[in-house]
């Protein structure tokens, strides 16, 4: 079966820090990644979406990257974090083609 | 501009009640939508999901109701239990090459009382 992991689950940084975000995705091939972000008291928005290595797309502008260096690893990435980026960071992936998300556990990430 | 809005942030329901939540949204080109349900800390997991080829889907307790001309969507669960308390967000897609790339409305809390 497949399974998503996302780590570490909770982190507190410093503003003006970087920040490293993994994701990995076991038991499938190919298969389309996701970064999305939940902000408090709102709704899920996507940051960035990768079909397949080395090709991301970024939804909006802001201070984040991403780099998908293998089939089914999705790292989201700053040089210098901002207090706006603090948030629920949740990963996703999903089979090409199809519409329903599989969803990692999720990243904690307060900015101070 | 939200295209995907859930205008109750919290419904509370008795245990063995009919829980309906409810989302609309703007874009027509919207043509697949899905149900999560999240607990805190946790990634949301997949519900339900709808074409709109369809107006109903049943799973189990859960059903989801289409009306494509109200753009508008539902989630009944009955009958409601303690352990569905959780957060529920609607999802709406293009099918083709954006399949994949949901657009979320802002999540329903939802609280079933024993």
């Known amino acids: 079966s497949q399974t998503i992991h996302q780590w570490p689950a909770t982190l507190v940084q410093p503003v003006g820090s970087p920040l490293s975000l993994e994701c990995t995705v076991e038991?499938?091939?190919?298969?389309?990644l996701y970064w999305y972000r939940q902000a408090a008291g709102r709704g899920l928005q996507l940051l960035f979406y990768?079909?397949?290595?080395?090709?991301i797309s970024s939804e909006v502008p802001q201070n984040l990257s991403a780099s998908r260096p293998q089939d089914r690893q999705f790292i989201l990435s700053s040089k210098k974090l901002l207090l706006s980026d603090s948030g629920f960071y949740l990963c996703?992936?999903?089979?090409?083609?199809?519409?329903?998300?599989?969803f990692g556990e999720g990243s904690r990430l307060t900015v101070l | 501009d939200q295209q995907v809005k859930q205008n109750s942030p919290s419904l509370s329901v008795q245990e063995g009640r009919i829980s309906i939540l409810n989302c609309d949204y703007t874009?027509?080109?919207?043509?697949?939508f899905l149900w999560y349900k999240k607990y805190p800390a946790e990634g949301p997991t997949f519900l339900i999901s709808?074409?709109?080829?369809?107006d109903k889907n049943e799973d189990g307790r859960f059903t989801v109701f289409l009306n494509k001309s109200a753009k508008h969507l539902s989630l009944h669960i009955v009958p409601s239990q303690p352990g569905d308390s959780a957060v529920y967000f609607c999802?709406?897609?293009?099918?083709?090459?954006?399949?994949?790339?949901?657009?979320f409305g802002q999540g329903t809390i939802l609280t079933v009382h024993p």
């Open positions: 996703a992936w999903s089979v090409q083609g199809a519409g329903e998300l599989f």
């Open positions: 038991g499938t091939s190919n298969p389309n």
């Open positions: 990768s079909v397949g290595i080395g090709q």
């Open positions: 874009n027509s080109m919207f043509d697949y």
């Open positions: 709808i074409s709109s080829i369809k």
């Open positions: 999802a709406a897609s293009v099918s083709g090459t954006s399949y994949g790339k949901l657009t």
